[in-house]
């Protein structure tokens, strides 16, 4: 799975609002059509408004799109953004051109998605990504009970680039299930017998539907499916559909988008991990402003080398000894 996955076509947009002339910043995402990243969105471009801070936005074509992601670091520095908030592609792959942009003077910011080591950057916003994948995993094995034990599990990632975000989330959720994780930074290597298999989506709807497919030839009796994200589980649930099995399979995940927070109302998805992408954008852009005015870095959550925005299990079947929200309570709440 260590092929790197790259396209040459970069999608970019400048956002100018009522700001300042010499105060610069650039957000850049996977995509910009996961709503994920189009919820981070939001939360930069209200934040950089209300700072008084000029934005530009760039994103990648797919999840993978690496080159797009150096290119839109080179031109960030060329502009002398003071400031740069991206959500990696690949954790290692970019550190020569993160490198660049912080000798330039700029302050880096990962979202959601840490740098390896995360100290390529000057500070990550981001998830819990461990703990998101470790909720979903300890509701799915209460969930089972003692049918756990002989479960057949579909793991839906990301790309083959395993990256920090996805490889956290992958065996946070083993870790859960009470499955051995063996290499933390390695997706695949597991030898408990009731993995059925991993594929990759590249984190979209139509990649999780045709992984799904894939798994379910290897074993049409898939109970488990984690996907990497929600958009992965409703291309899975639509293949499950197509063979009458989606009311017999566990599925869960982590977003905790609107729109996947309502397919947990649905019965879509059974459980997910909800993140808070709109806060992790307006603390970067104000961690901007606050880095240009006095210098000042961000800081870390105690005792981790991020700074955690917290995480929720959203499910309507609720587990005694897991803390959860319903549906209902979660749509008040997502990615605020």
């Not at 002989?150 to 975000?165: H, T």
């Not at 970067?284 to 981790?304: D, H, Q, V, W, Y």
């Amino acid at each position: 799975m260590k092929k790197l996955m790259t396209s040459s076509v970069i999608a970019m947009s400048a956002l100018a609002g009522a700001a300042s002339a010499d105060l610069n910043a650039c957000l850049i995402t996977k995509t910009d059509t996961n709503p994920f990243f189009v919820k981070m969105k939001e939360g930069a471009t209200a934040a950089a408004e209300a700072n008084g801070i000029n934005l530009s936005t760039f994103a990648g074509k797919i999840d993978g799109d690496v080159e797009s992601q150096i290119a839109a670091v080179e031109t960030c520095i060329a502009s002398g953004a003071k400031g740069i908030l991206i959500t990696p592609t690949d954790s290692r792959a970019l550190t020569p051109v993160i490198s660049q942009a912080r000798d330039a003077g700029a302050l880096v910011i990962a979202l959601d998605t840490p740098f390896e080591p995360a100290s390529v950057a000057d500070a990550t916003f981001a998830t819990d990504n461990f703990m998101a994948g470790v909720l979903i995993g300890q509701w799915a094995a209460a969930k089972l009970g003692e049918e756990a034990a002989s479960a057949k599990i579909a793991l839906l990632d990301l790309n083959p680039s395993e990256i920090s975000v996805d490889y956290l989330r992958d065996g946070g959720f083993l870790h859960g299930f009470g499955i051995d994780i063996k290499d933390p930074t390695d997706i695949g290597d597991e030898d408990d017998p009731r993995i059925v298999g991993h594929d990759v989506t590249n984190g979209n709807e139509e990649g999780g539907r045709k992984a799904m497919e894939n798994l379910l030839q290897i074993d049409p009796e898939i109970n488990v499916v984690y996907t990497i994200n929600e958009p992965a589980a409703a291309g899975a649930y639509e293949a499950l559909k197509s063979m009458g099995r989606e009311n017999e399979v566990l599925v869960v995940s982590v977003d905790g988008g609107c729109p996947g927070v309502q397919n947990v109302s649905e019965g879509v998805i059974g459980a997910t991990s909800m993140q808070f992408p709109l806060l992790m954008a307006s603390l970067g852009i104000e961690a901007i402003k606050t880095f240009a005015e006095t210098g000042e870095r961000p800081k870390n959550s105690e005792g981790l080398d991020f700074y955690n925005t917290g995480v929720e299990l959203i499910t309507d079947a609720p587990v005694e000894g897991i803390p959860s929200l319903s549906s209902s309570e979660g749509r008040n709440k997502c990615w605020g």
